[in-house]
């Protein structure tokens, strides 16, 4: 997930905004979210009746109660896409009829966004603002973009002699099943809704169970706009259960995965125990943030490093997790960001005043102070934070933390924390920083700082990641592609190139003679 630095606020949270926190509070006691699958346009309950407790970070309540899919709710679902799909009703309409569709999808996401910004507001933590101005929004300019795009590609004639003709066309994959995450629910949710829907496909969507009420309603609001029934898909259940079951089922054609590497790894594993479908996958990070001794605007890197961890609690892939910084700025810098994160007052979600969130449950909340207390153990500098707090009100938070003196082989230097948890190293030389960089198993996403434009393109090159940001971090836009090298992942969301995900070229050979 990427988020423009120069275009979200980094304001504190100094004080409730009284009516606005009261009207929010008000919507989420009144909310009764419908947790039950959606299934061939339709809501039902689980096959075996089960389900589970759907539970805010906020305050540990419980939202909803959800059903707990499993393989035979898979298999129901899958069997609704098939027939959704050999219908025709949806893969062989006219692009500009599914356009149409899904431009009516998008308006109905746009007339509900307070409503789904609530859902992922109670759902993960997130602060109301960030849910209202950034994951809901760029989900429906992800779903209008989609929707445009439609009827703008074209396919290919290849260049064979005169007396052959070969035509090269783009098809739908058929059932793609897309397993999602709890971070940004909505909004990945739709990088691969996009795509898939667009092509011509149908879709099974696994949410995750942490963060699954957007999901099943934006499955709703897309039947209320016209998309044929058994074309979109919900199961809400477990990775191990729910999950497992749609990458090993032999009549899913693909599978878009975003989530941890681990599970990455074995999401292409069911793949080949079942029917080698296709597999694209959006892993983890580890991204490096590098700032170079020419770059003197201290405030601006600081500020912009510091949004690269701490927006969304750090719960982000592309995270600029560890900041590399010349040895000659070090200081400097360190300070100013220690002053932003010092400023940064975890708060009530429900607070459009609020810039810092919670914890998306007790369990990822333990998992970052396990790795706080193993820095500490390593012998690394605990510059800022590092403890719970707002403990009181039943919720996971955790502060800003910052650690120096970091070493490139201690856990939080080389592991995926997903929590607000910087890591600061130093660097003498252009190849010891680029060296740095390069030191991990992900390849997501690096920043460079340096008011030399040589070295700007020296070091995107050399960094091995998919994705390079020059004096700024986390730059964002639907028409530019997102993914990484290595065990960050394969394939790209975003963009003209996630068709290449949810699409099969097929070529026509006529012999004219």
């Known amino acids: 997930m990427t988020i423009d630095a120069g275009e979200q606020p980094l304001t504190t949270h100094t004080a409730h905004s009284g009516p606005h926190l009261i009207h929010w509070r008000a919507r989420a006691r009144d909310l009764r979210p419908d947790g039950r699958l959606f299934i061939d346009g339709q809501r039902r309950p689980a096959a075996s009746g089960a389900t589970f407790h759907d539970i805010s970070p906020i305050d540990g309540r419980v939202v909803a109660q959800v059903a707990a899919g499993d393989a035979t709710d898979v298999d129901e679902a899958v069997a609704a896409a098939r027939r959704a799909f050999d219908s025709g009703a949806w893969a062989q309409t006219a692009p500009r009829h599914r356009k149409q569709v899904l431009l009516r999808f998008a308006e109905l996401l746009h007339a509900h966004r307070e409503e789904l910004a609530l859902l992922e ?93 957007s999901a099943l309603r934006a499955a709703a609001l897309a039947v209320e706009a016209g998309l044929p029934p058994g074309v979109f898909n919900v199961v809400t259940g477990f990775g191990h259960t729910a999950g497992r079951a749609l990458a090993l089922h032999e009549d899913v054609d693909g599978i878009g995965f975003t989530g941890s590497t681990a599970t990455g790894k074995l999401i292409l594993q069911y793949a080949a125990q079942s029917n080698l479908k296709r597999v694209s996958l959006e892993c983890g990070g580890k991204s490096p943030n590098v700032v170079m001794a020419d770059f003197d605007d201290i405030e601006r890197v600081a500020r912009a490093s510091a949004l690269a961890i701490f927006f969304n609690q750090g719960q ?98 080389r592991e995926e924390i997903f929590g607000p948890v910087l890591s600061v190293l130093t660097f003498r030389t252009e190849q010891e920083a680029v060296a740095l960089a390069n030191d991990s198993t992900y390849g997501l996403a690096a920043a460079v700082w340096t008011r030399d434009l040589a070295c700007a393109h020296r070091m995107s090159r050399a960094i091995r990641a998919g994705m390079v940001y020059v004096n700024c971090y986390d730059a964002d836009d639907i028409t530019v592609p997102f993914g990484g090298f290595r065990q960050s992942g394969i394939g790209r969301d975003k963009s003209l190139h996630a068709f290449d995900k949810f699409t099969e070229l097929k070529t026509t050979w006529i012999d004219l003679n």
């Not at 940004?184 to 949410?207: D, H, R, T, Y």
Request: aromatic share 6%; proline share 8%; with cysteine.
């Open 316 to 413: 982000m892939c592309s995270a600029g997790s560890r900041l590399i910084v010349h040895e000659s700025l070090r200081d400097r810098l360190l300070a100013s960001i220690v002053k932003v994160g010092e400023e940064l007052t975890p708060g009530d979600p429900l607070d459009p005043a609020t810039r810092l969130g919670a914890i998306v449950d007790a369990q990822q909340m333990q998992r970052v102070l396990g790795y706080i207390a193993s820095a500490q153990q390593d012998g690394a500098r605990l510059a800022l934070g590092g403890r719970q707090v707002r403990a009181e009100t039943g919720g996971f938070f955790i502060e800003p933390t910052v650690f120096d003196n970091v070493q490139p082989s201690m856990r939080i230097a």
């Open 121 to 213: 507001t109670l759902d993960v933590g997130k602060p109301i603002a960030d849910s209202l101005s950034v994951d809901v929004p760029s989900a429906i300019n992800c779903m209008q973009w989609y929707a445009e795009s439609i009827d703008k590609l074209y396919d290919e004639v290849a260049p064979t002699p005169p007396d052959t003709l070969a035509m090269i066309r783009r098809e739908p994959l058929g059932v793609v099943g897309a397993v999602v995450p709890w971070n940004f629910p909505l909004l990945m949710a739709m990088w691969k809704i996009g795509p898939i829907l667009s092509a011509g496909n149908s879709l099974v969507l696994k949410p995750s169970e942490k963060s699954p009420l």
